[in-house]
């Protein structure tokens, strides 16, 4: 029993991980990026795209392949392929060697300092034998591991499978010699961040759309609803619409544009392309033009507002005669936007306006009904209060008119209940707030008896990940 109630205040604690003695580390992992950083502070220290490069050497059977991460490694390079160790569709990892890397290179390379190797152990003051200037190579492996002084909180998506908890906890464990290691649901570190401990999650990510009810901090299992309608599908809404446009709309991403003439507005792009002594790979291409998509998608494209569907009679003559948005392209070609940018994000909300393209969407997956579906899997008595805490989450949230568009829907759908929305203003708290969540959780003072301890870990195997983080 003494290990559940806190020390008392007149002994000294023996290792607080939750004090300030330990800087604890909060890993975010995402489809497109991964975030990290240490307990207590606001922001992650280090945002990388969980894109990763692989270079390729020698041909054939002979060829070896290299791993590098971070934003200043993709750039144009012969022999290169981008890849992604998350898999698309359920937002987990699916490339458990990549994963490891990157996170080191996150953890490790990018928040720990370099550490020197102790002096009894680097070999340069050995008595050197038979005049062999080689050092011994087996003392190595006992060196400290390299994150042997930070407790580790991990985040996860709510639907992470029992083998996948148990390898992260092994990694931490294992590899990285964590004295303490906890994995926190995503949707409970961002009601966390939103300073609530019930609250309904809607998370407009990357890769897909969850929703998910938390009660006192815990999730109802029932109520996970997800989607892929997310930033990547509204990317291709966007391509198909640059497809069918007329003239239509050639996506050259900035890194091929060499020079570039200014042109009139829809006239066609009079710019120099660059030649490259090697092919571009495909999936290096499609990242750059994601790119420019993304760049699309916060400058110009909005979300119709309500009040009732964009499609209603009379609603397109208004935003036809409101001022529009433009937007250049690399190659220089520009055009005015201004209906058909309301018409990319309008199949999140109804399924019947969405443009065609390569992933067609249901009814049950647009956003009202999720969050319908989602309601309905819990408790009646749990209803209101759910709904008078729902927490925005997640980059592709942050379209403009989201949370209006959000407030209409529920307002239609629940007519009524007292419907209350959370959504941060501060861009960060909306991109990282899985992030922010962790981070309170991993410097909270209380948290310290909650850590799966490094003792725990050995008397009982990776399996205590399932019993510990319900």
């Known amino acids: 029993m003494s290990s559940q109630h806190p020390l008392p205040n007149t002994q000294q604690p023996l290792d607080v991980y939750g004090g300030d003695e330990v800087s604890a580390l909060v890993l975010d992992a995402g489809y497109c990026h991964t975030r990290a950083g240490f307990a207590g502070e606001d922001v992650p220290k280090s945002v990388l795209p969980s894109f990763y490069g692989s270079l390729k050497t020698g041909d054939g059977d002979a060829a070896t392949y290299r791993d590098i991460f971070g934003d200043e490694c993709l750039i144009p390079r012969a022999d290169f392929e981008v890849k992604n160790y998350m898999s698309r569709a359920e937002s987990i990892v699916e490339d458990w060697d990549a994963a490891t890397k990157m996170w080191e290179h996150v953890l490790i390379k990018r928040l720990q300092p370099e550490k020197p190797t102790p002096p009894s152990k680097n070999g340069l003051n050995d008595p050197v034998p038979d005049g062999e200037g080689d050092v011994a190579m087996d003392d190595v492996e006992d060196q400290e591991k390299p994150l042997a002084e930070s407790p580790l909180l991990m985040t996860e998506a709510p639907w992470n499978t029992g083998k996948a908890r148990e ?3 092994e990694i931490a464990m294992e590899n990285w010699g964590c004295p303490a290691f906890w994995l926190s649901r995503t949707p409970v570190c961002a009601a966390f961040a939103a300073g609530k401990a019930s609250a309904l999650v809607i998370d407009v990510g990357g890769a897909n759309t969850s929703v998910t009810a938390i009660h006192d901090g815990m999730i109802l299992k029932r109520s996970i609803q997800k989607s892929p309608v997310g930033g990547l599908w509204l990317s291709g809404q966007i391509r198909s619409m640059w497809d069918n446009s007329d003239p239509k709309i050639e996506i050259v991403p900035s890194f091929m544009v060499e020079n570039k003439t200014p042109v009139d507005a829809g006239a066609p792009a009079q710019a120099k392309l660059r030649k490259f002594p090697y092919e571009i790979s495909q999936s290096f291409r499609a990242y750059e033009e994601e790119r420019l998509v ?21 609603n397109e003559d208004i935003v036809r005669s409101q001022p529009g948005r433009v937007f250049e392209m690399p190659n220089g070609s520009n055009q005015m936007w201004r209906e058909q940018r309301f018409r990319v994000s309008e199949g999140m909300w109804d399924e019947t306006a969405a443009l065609p393209a390569a992933e067609s969407i249901t009814k049950a997956q647009t956003i009202p009904e999720l969050i319908k579906a989602a309601v309905n899997a819990v408790d009646v008595d749990l209803r209101p209060n759910l709904l008078g805490n729902i927490v925005i989450t997640g980059g592709t949230s942050l379209l403009n008119g989201f949370g209006d568009r959000l407030n209409n829907e529920l307002m239609a759908m629940y007519p009524g209940m007292k419907i209350k929305i959370h959504a941060p203003g501060l861009t ?3 991109r990282f707030s899985a992030w922010i969540g962790g981070s309170i959780l991993a410097s909270l003072g209380t948290f310290h008896q909650m850590w799966i301890s490094r003792k725990e870990y050995e008397e009982n195997g990776a399996g205590i990940v399932e019993k510990r983080c319900k």
């Not at 993304?294 to 009379?314: A, D, L, Q």
């Open 428 to 430: 960060t708290e909306r």
């Open 167 to 169: 390898k992260a906890i």
């Open 294 to 314: 993304t760049e699309f998608k916060e400058s110009v494209v909005e979300v119709w507002r309500g009040p009732g569907r964009y499609s209603n009679p009379g």
